[in-house]
């Protein structure tokens, strides 16, 4: 009956849509600004995602967490309107709009129902274009920053990332936090964050995906009012980050009962030709739950963890090859040691020919699952146009991604994984570990 | 001019309103061993979410076994008679889909995700997985090994979590809601195969389970698998009441003082034991999702919002929430983290002056009809998440509502007024059935902190 079944999940497999069905329309706006549009008119809203490259590490040296105070102002009141009546007026629209800082981005996530679409941009217009930053949203922000900085400075799980990345990546912008250092943060000014709106909100880094109940026309007329306003060029972007970490063990002490566990080591670019391989490798190793080797071998043969993942970080200006799990103090040694044997065992043997079918059947058959909503949708396709990739990249991608070898996997295993250069970074009182070096 | 705007509303959302019902395009089914089949019909792409939910969570566990309930839900991928341990989700992968699984107080939920063709073979694993699950040693000793890591992890490593488990616990006198769905830890460690074997035996059956199935189906389509794959297990006829020991009337308010030295924002948090949503019932609960938005919905416009985080700020976050999807009770909660320089007991003072203000000049009607527009809205952007209809339909089929209480839900929060807002805040704030909680660090690790 066990082979019954698994016969039966290969049958099946034939019948697999291994394509995704999703019908993206380059759209230019009547004022030269590019998207990109999946039209759907099912449900009567829209979904915007608009990126501008740069992001948290545009800061410059000394201004730490501008660019993350000054996207946390945005709603913060605008024109004649107050931080309130900002958000009083945004719920009469019932739109929702979301900005984030990440390192090599500014994010604004928006949704808009479309009969009252454009008022909702006009207000939108108002956070992205002529955001106010009156002293007493400043010192408010700046306040509720300055706690998430204290809350992360006592979260272990923040420790190890911020110690890893400052090991990592030394003065660059990526070795320390966005949100600033209590210090820096503290001695922002209003100018500052004019300076910081200026030079990272600018029509010369920005990517645009729209998905929903709109039309390219009326897309690119959106977009001109929404974004019109914006200075044509930006601050120039950071120097590329130089990888400052050896192999070993960091522990920084932090009374808890389970050590947290960052892990890696340099990485792979996105536009690296051998990317795609890395990828699969990677599902492999660690990026794809319960099937893992990682999580087979750390958390079901062994019990050693919740849950324990890998990842590849390739950053705009650095590239990271990154893991991280829990352990009971008493038990991360262990775990550890686990982690170091698939390294090198993975390293120097690859993959098996059985692993590499069933990551590939994986990653294909889930792959059309991704675009099930207009938000996720508008996400993957600025997710794209950042990464270079064109619109034909959907249709192909399960194409490339099934062309790779066994032979392809072992030589980007070899280069990719690194046990000598593996650095642990343990928060916690793990028994039995001491910083090397 | 108040006027003016409500008219306006309603002829903006008259026609998404009713488009909203009907998109969800939603059919029910029962086969003759009492499974339950809700179909839920997004032809937008060849997907689906099936899932298999148990009326069954961890206030059904029997006393001194906490945690059982989440144990059973990682043991059930431990194989069956036709599958290996692990075998079921690496079928699932093979197929391109990803499945987990869930426990809460009053479910035990698993779903995966797929290509729509799939369903069947989804439908044939879950199936056999309902009666036939086989359990070793072998496999129940590790995964002993990695629940009490997941508790390390999600409550033992977080203040709030060890925090929240403390007022929970205070909160019922009584009622197994007081103990955390992860377990006590020394509950767990003893926790065997057979309480598994015991607990599964007794919850896992057709007549206690709802299937429901989201995406790229058609209803008869889904109908047709169910039978052929759910339809031959027999029901348990032993199968009981979910009558779980109940609340004595609430008489002494109950305070809880929790210090960690990990602890870097205090907080003082109030929670009022509240009706939850009932089956043709919903009134309450409904004016209680309006009062949670009224006080501490946003920042920027709510009561607690205004009052404490705008003009000479004493708070640096607030809130309100209700929780009412519950079998059995609701809880109504509201929460300030004072400004640096600030003690809890005047962030409570802060509170307790709120509210009592609140209750003095009642619901500003413009906010009001702002949240109403809000809901309204979210009617229509639930529509863009499968998913999360799937959710709302399973947790609130395992809460004791209907699939007319769900479809209903829209309508009665609409019906809610400012009265009836007012009433069931005047109902539930009662001290002495509500538990005050403070949380901070001790006095040394907080000047640590600050240097």
Known sequence: ?437 | MRNLHATLLAAVFAVPAAMATAAENVTSFMLENGLQLVVIEDHRAAAVTHMAWYRVGSADEPPGKSGIAHFLEHLMFKGTDDLEPGEFSRVVRANGGSDNAFTSYDYTGYFQRVAADRLGLMMQMEADRMRDLVLTEEEVAPELQVILEERSQRTDSSPGGLFGEQRRAAMYLNHPYGRSVIGWRHEMEGLTLQDAVDFYDEHYAPNNAIVIVAGDVYPEDALALAKEHYGPIAANPDLKPRVRPAEPPHIAERRVVYEDPRVSTPYVIRSYLAPERNAGDQKTAAALTFLAEILGGSSQTSVLGRSLQFVDPTALFTTAFYSGLSLDHGEFGVLVAPVEGRSLEEAEDDMDRVIAEFMETGVDLEQFERIKMQIRASEIYELDSVQGTARKYGAALTSGLTIEDVQAWPEVLQSVTPEDIMEAAAQVFDRRRAVTGFLSAPEAAEQEVGQ
Do not use: C
């Open chain 1, 1 to 437: 009956m066990i082979r019954f079944i698994s016969v039966l999940g290969l049958a099946l497999f034939a019948a697999l849509p291994a394509r995704a069905t999703v019908d993206i329309v380059p759209v230019t706006s009547p004022g030269g600004i590019t998207a990109w549009l999946v039209e759907d008119h099912s449900i009567p809203f829209v979904s915007l995602e608009i990126r501008f490259r740069g992001g948290a590490s545009l800061d410059l040296p000394g201004k730490r967490g501008a660019t993350y105070l000054m996207t946390g102002l945005l709603e913060e009141g605008t024109g004649n309107m107050d931080a309130i009546a900002y958000a009083q007026r945004l719920e009469e629209l019932a739109a929702s709009f979301e900005f984030e800082a990440y390192d090599d981005a500014i994010s604004i996530s928006a949704q808009m129902l479309t009969e009252n679409r454009d008022d909702a941009i006009a207000h939108l217009r108002g956070a992205v274009v002529s955001p106010s930053f009156s002293e007493d949203a400043i010192e408010r922000v700046r306040a509720q920053v300055q706690s998430i900085i204290m809350g992360d400075a006592n979260d272990p799980e923040d420790i190890a990332s911020a110690t890893f990345n400052q090991l990592a990546w030394g003065n660059h912008p990526y070795g320390s936090k966005r949100e600033g250092t209590a210090e820096s943060l503290a001695g922002l000014t209003r100018d500052d964050l004019i300076a910081a709106h200026q030079g990272a909100l600018a029509l010369d880094r920005v990517y645009v995906g729209a998905s929903g109940d709109i039309t390219g026309e009326e897309l690119g007329l959106l977009l001109d009012t929404l974004l019109g306003g914006l200075p044509a060029e930006g601050a120039p972007m950071p120097d590329r980050a130089d990888y400052a970490l050896n192999g070993g063990v960091s522990v920084v002490d932090f009374e808890t009962p389970q050590s947290v566990v960052v892990f890696g080591h340099q990485g792979i670019f996105r536009d690296d030709p051998d990317y795609i391989p890395a990828f699969i490798l990677n599902s492999v190793v660690g990026g794809s739950g319960f099937a893992s080797r990682l999580m087979t071998e750390v958390r079901e043969e062994r019990g050693l963890t919740y849950g324990i993942g890998s990842y590849l970080l390739p950053l705009d200006h650095g590239e990271l090859y990154l893991g991280q799990f829990s352990s009971d103090n008493e038990r991360v040694a262990d775990a550890i040691e686990v982690v170091r044997d698939q390294w090198v065992d993975i390293a120097e043997n690859g993959i098996t020919q059985d692993e590499l079918e069933a990551a590939k059947t994986y990653l294909t058959g889930a792959y059309p699952l991704r675009f099930d909503g207009n938000g996720r949708i508008a996400n993957i396709m600025v997710g794209m146009q950042m990464s270079d990739l064109g619109t034909d990249y959907i249709p192909t991608r399960n194409d490339k991604v099934n062309a790779v070898t066994l032979d392809e996997i072992r030589t980007i295993a070899a280069r990719l994984l690194q046990p000598e250069n593996l650095h642990f970074v343990v928060v916690g009182k793990p028994e039995g570990l001491e910083t090397t070096n």
